[in-house]
């Protein structure tokens, strides 16, 4: 038994676990003294990056999402590799989605996309000074870029057109640092 916060966990299982996500079970004694059990889930810790380039325009890409069943449009994101610092993987994604580089990297803190079941830290930076490479996509991913202005992709998280909540928070973030 450990005491975890106002919790103590008795036993813990692993009911399922891939490349992406872990859940696990715990069989716990909750704040009040009662006996329960808690799932969650941790996926892999990610990145989301808000490329701007000179003109003011940020990238934004739209893709299908599996598990919401449709298009979605987001800031450039992805996972953080096993072992890899989180800038690096901003700096691999921002190449591999949509075959940028940037000279100028803002880092804007760290969110929790969901705190009640769900672990998964999500590293928000800026890109600026943006030039073209030869982008290096993901087999599995169809990507479509976007490019729009700063203003109107603010909007678009405020309107609902973008509902990814890494990409909310950073635009909106973004748009209160200036």
Same mark, same amino acid.
């Given at each position: 038994?450990?005491?975890?916060?106002?919790?103590?966990?008795?036993?813990?299982?692993?009911?399922?676990?891939?490349?992406?996500?872990?859940?696990?079970?715990?069989?716990?004694?909750? =704040?009040?003294?009662?006996?329960?059990?808690?799932?969650?889930?941790?996926?892999? =810790?990610?990145?989301?990056?808000?490329?701007?380039?000179?003109?003011?325009?940020?990238?934004?890409?739209?893709?299908?999402?599996?598990?919401?069943?449709?298009?979605?449009?987001?800031?450039?994101?992805?996972?953080?590799?096993?072992?890899?610092? #989180?800038?690096?993987?901003?700096?691999?994604?921002?190449?591999?989605?949509?075959?940028?580089?940037?000279?100028?990297?803002?880092?804007?803190?760290?969110?929790?996309?969901?705190?009640?079941?769900?672990?998964? =830290?999500?590293?928000?930076?800026?890109?600026?000074?943006?030039?073209?490479?030869?982008?290096? =996509?993901?087999?599995?991913?169809?990507?479509?870029?976007?490019?729009?202005?700063?203003?109107?992709?603010?909007?678009?998280?405020?309107?609902?057109?973008?509902?990814?909540? #890494?990409?909310?928070?950073?635009?909106?973030?973004?748009?209160?640092?200036?």
């Amino acid at each position: 038994m450990r005491r975890y916060g106002p919790w103590t966990i008795k036993s813990s299982s692993t009911k399922f676990q891939n490349h992406f996500v872990t859940v696990t079970e715990d069989a716990v004694r909750q =704040p009040d003294g009662s006996d329960g059990t808690y799932a969650t889930v941790a996926l892999n =810790p990610g990145v989301a990056i808000l490329a701007i380039n000179d003109a003011g325009q940020v990238c934004l890409t739209r893709q299908f999402r599996y598990a919401i069943g449709r298009e979605s449009i987001e800031v450039v994101s992805g996972a953080i590799d096993e072992g890899e610092e #989180p800038l690096d993987a901003a700096k691999r994604e921002l190449c591999e989605e949509v075959g940028l580089a940037a000279a100028e990297w803002s880092d804007l803190g760290v969110i929790d996309v969901d705190t009640s079941i769900l672990r998964c =830290p999500v590293r928000l930076f800026v890109a600026q000074k943006l030039t073209p490479t030869s982008d290096d =996509p993901d087999p599995a991913e169809r990507i479509e870029r976007l490019t729009v202005a700063f203003d109107a992709a603010v909007q678009m998280a405020l309107n609902g057109a973008i509902t990814h909540s #890494p990409s909310c928070v950073l635009l909106l973030k973004a748009k209160l640092v200036g």
